[in-house]
């Protein structure tokens, strides 16, 4: 889709083009990658005040229960993920993935419990795949409802919380993964404390018609400037969080992936309701058992960037390969080049030494517990 005119936009299409955005292609949609400020301030900006993201490509998507009983729309989506979803609380967000037969991840998502019905959003680039997945396994106890008129923004960093609370002080009281409906700019919308960068934050959903002027309303504040996906993606990076489709895909596990902490104690080998899911049989041995291979950090050594794909190997003359870069790049925050990438487990210990092949080099690389910066979520 080089072709601008194939691509779909979002509703603050137009906001975007006045702002001065530089738009490209991602997963279908015509997307900012960033503003006159550039990447690098962007991504400081939002490090160290407040930044506004437009994520409306992502997928939303709401569970309602045939029979009312929103624990029966929680225990039907227990069969397509490995989470506990019947002991989320109203209010309560929690991070999850669909999983293949074979123990891959189709995608990760955000499940909310919203008191009557279950609210999911989903990445872009699989959303018509994991309405159909859910259609196809939920449509006999659940009406699925594809959210086509809502905008979503994420608002983030530390000053977050003071943007957005002129508009609703009583966000204020909301902690990590905490979500409510509130008002904002006169407009009903369902806020999450969570987001995607290692910062405290905010995502909302919104009436498309209302979102325009939400997100002005937002960016009128003085510490609130404007985001593209450029610095999203440096700053999902450095907080060590998955993207799909680089990271993460149906030839890894969540295991592999290091994501069992998403993984409750009821849904494993002796809980009260383990297994149950799709490649369950592979998932729940490696949980007891570990992997051959983990998602680890990487610290390059010097000045240069390790970008996604290159290779990894045990020694500097590039002789015995053992995994891959998954993402990688410059790190703003953390001073200096960040990847992420997988290795045999027994090069996954932080401290390792190993080397990446860079332009047909071997630069040394050190394993790096993730995340590289330190996160500021509101417990």
């Known amino acids: 889709m080089d072709d601008q005119t194939d691509l779909k936009t979002t509703p603050l299409y137009d906001l975007h083009l006045s702002l001065g955005a530089k738009m490209v292609p991602f997963a279908g949609y015509s997307m900012p990658v960033q503003y006159p400020a550039g990447v690098l301030k962007e991504h400081l900006h939002t490090r160290e005040n407040a930044g506004l993201f437009d994520v409306s490509h992502m997928g939303q998507v709401i569970l309602r229960a045939k029979s009312g009983r929103i624990e029966d729309a929680a225990l039907a989506l227990e069969g397509l993920v490995p989470v506990d979803i019947l002991g989320l609380k109203p209010g309560r967000q929690r991070y999850g993935f669909f999983t293949d037969a074979n123990g891959g991840i189709l995608d990760d998502l955000m499940i909310t419990n919203l008191g009557d019905r279950l609210y999911v959003v989903v990445n872009a680039g699989c959303k018509d795949a994991d309405i159909a997945h859910m259609q196809a396994h939920l449509s006999e106890t659940c009406d699925i409802t594809y959210v086509e008129d809502q905008a979503l ?34 407009s009903p919308c369902i806020v999450s404390r969570s987001g995607y960068s290692g910062e405290d934050g905010f995502e909302i ?14 960016l009128a504040h003085p510490d609130c400037e404007p985001i593209g996906l450029g610095a999203r993606d440096s ?53 007891d058992a570990g992997t051959t291979r983990r998602r680890v950090g990487l610290k390059p050594e010097g000045k240069a960037p390790v970008r996604g794909h290159s290779k990894l190997f045990a020694d500097s003359e590039g002789a015995t390969e053992i995994g891959e870069v998954t993402s990688g790049g410059f790190g703003p925050s953390a001073g200096g080049p960040v990847a992420m990438g997988y290795v045999p487990s027994a090069y996954a210990g932080p401290g390792t030494a190993i080397f990446a092949e860079v332009r047909g080099k071997y630069l040394p690389v050190t394993v790096t517990a993730l995340p590289f910066i330190q996160p500021t979520y509101k417990r």
């Open 153 to 186: 923004l994420a608002l983030q960093g530390p000053r977050s919380q003071a943007v957005l609370s002129e508009l609703a002080p009583e966000i204020a009281e909301m902690k990590f993964m905490d979500v409510r409906e509130v008002s904002l700019h006169d």
């Open 205 to 218: 959903s919104v009436p498309a018609d209302k979102a325009t002027n939400l997100a002005k309303a937002l």
């Open 235 to 287: 700053l999902r990076l450095e907080a060590g969080l998955c993207l799909y489709g680089n990271d993460i895909d149906t030839t890894t596990s969540p295991i592999e992936a290091d994501l069992e902490w998403a993984i409750q104690k009821v849904r494993r080998s002796g809980g009260a309701r383990q297994g149950g899911f799709p490649g369950a049989s592979r998932i729940l041995p490696e949980l």
